[in-house]
């Protein structure tokens, strides 16, 4: 049984609608990237999926825990690195003490933010901070965790060290939904591509079938990154 | 008067006063934040009914609200009042007045806090009195400490209103010292008190920023 299942989602914006059928699965330990042009509704179906929006119908069979790592880092700006990262696994999932802050420091030395614990968030970069956001959705222990356009905000020297990060997290079969932009990266790293455009998933497979696909919308968005 | 007699009476005042300041304090600062959830309710008929109170408030004199309330009660209910309602009137009619100021400066903090931060806390897991009161209030504070310590200031000389009820406070004291010496001896000194107040409550406020703000 998929991790993850999604049937028949629909959802709109007032006459707007955003996503007009939308199935897909997610396995164990499978890298799903969603790529697509602006609007095409990929951030409206990772937050239908994680219930930051309300879908108008459909089913979203999951049943576990996620991690979300958002676009503009959303860090708690009043809290140092560590707070961040531990105080919902302290305080929501009333984990014990010693044992979060173990695994938070391991967590940052993975992050290579060792010496940023008593930071706080406007002291680090947006690459910086963005490795923060992640090792906070990993502290909850997610058995999925998605990515809303991760390295959007950053500039693309800063970009290559979140995608690295992600890379590492895919060798350890982490299951993850990373909705990108970034073209070769989602060739490089997903074992599941997904292409939308205008609410539908048009192509969805392995790297090497999305990429290679004769569907004309497809090539175009191609083209774009490729001419 | 002698300079002893005459500080001594005025110690007198000052304690009211103080007490005037702190109790107003206590009281509003936590019905303002009520207030400001009214303002922003879902519910329509809340929040025109809190948006007409505040208008209200600010809209006409603290004096005026002052002697509403410690008159309002005998000319409109018929009540009878005990002697210690005088004090009491202050309390209340200065708590409803600050709370609507407080309310409004309350709003501005809490909508300036960006909507990925309740979105942050909602996938972390936090309810939403526990994502109000760890992650957004603190940063509220953050955004309106000066503007409270405005409110604030404006408080400690504001007490001196009570006067028109005869509540004796620091400036009803004073005033009562000066027509019967025929001297301002007593309202210089009643400024000095005010201007050391306020010095103070800056001193504090400030203390207050530097410890929430976490972006210095």
């Given at each position: 049984m998929s991790l993850l299942e999604v049937k028949n989602l629909k959802k709109s914006f007032d006459d707007n609608v955003v996503l007009k059928d939308i199935s897909l699965n997610v396995e164990k330990g499978e890298v799903l990237c969603i790529i697509g042009p602006s609007g095409s509704g990929k951030s409206t179906l990772l937050r239908c999926i994680t219930d930051l929006e309300q879908e108008d119908s459909g089913i979203i069979d999951f049943n576990g825990t996620f991690g979300l790592v958002f676009q503009d880092f959303n860090l708690f700006p009043h809290h140092t690195v560590m707070k961040n990262i531990t105080n919902a696994p302290i305080k929501v999932q009333k984990r014990d003490k010693d044992e979060v802050f173990k695994s938070a420091r391991d967590l940052l030395k993975k992050m290579g933010?060792?010496?940023?614990?008593?930071?706080?968030?406007?002291?680090?970069?947006g690459g910086q901070q963005q490795r923060v956001s992640i090792a906070r959705a990993l502290a909850m222990n997610p058995d999925i965790l998605f990515f809303d356009e991760p390295t959007s905000a950053l500039d693309p020297e800063l970009t290559g060290e979140i995608l690295v990060v992600i890379r590492d997290l895919a060798a350890e079969h982490m299951t993850m939904v990373i909705v990108t932009h970034e073209m070769t990266f989602a060739r490089n790293v997903a074992d599941k591509i997904i292409f939308m455009d205008d609410g539908y998933i048009i192509e969805e497979g392995t790297p090497d079938e999305v990429f290679s696909s004769d569907n004309a919308r497809m090539k175009e968005f191609l083209g774009k990154f490729y001419d | 008067m002698m300079l002893e007699s005459m500080v001594g009476l005025l110690m007198d005042g000052m304690v009211t006063s103080i007490e005037i300041f702190l109790l107003t304090l206590l009281f509003s600062l936590p019905l303002g934040l009520l207030i400001a959830f009214g303002r922003m309710s879902k519910f329509a008929p809340l929040r025109w009914l809190m948006k007409i109170y505040i208008s209200i408030m600010r809209g006409t004199p603290l004096m005026l609200q002052l002697i509403v309330v410690f008159f309002g009660p005998y000319y409109i209910f018929g009540a009878t009042l005990s002697p210690d309602y005088r004090f009491i009137a202050v309390i209340i009619a200065f708590s409803i007045n600050y709370a609507a100021y407080f309310a409004e400066i309350y709003r501005g903090g809490i909508e300036a806090i960006p909507k990925g931060q309740y979105e942050a806390a909602q996938v972390l897991g936090y309810g939403k009195v526990q994502t109000f009161f760890t992650i957004i209030l603190p940063q509220v504070f953050r955004i309106i400490l000066p503007s409270v310590t405005n409110e604030v200031i404006t408080l400690v000389k504001d007490t001196s209103l009570s006067f028109v009820i005869a509540v004796p406070e620091m400036f009803t004291v004073a005033k009562q010292i000066a027509a019967a010496d025929a001297s301002i001896a007593a309202l210089l000194v009643a400024g000095v008190f005010y201007y050391v107040f306020n010095v103070l409550v800056a001193f504090v406020m400030e203390r207050l920023e530097k410890r929430f703000n976490y972006l210095a």
């Open positions: 933010l060792s010496d940023k614990e008593d930071a706080y968030p406007h002291e680090l970069s | -």
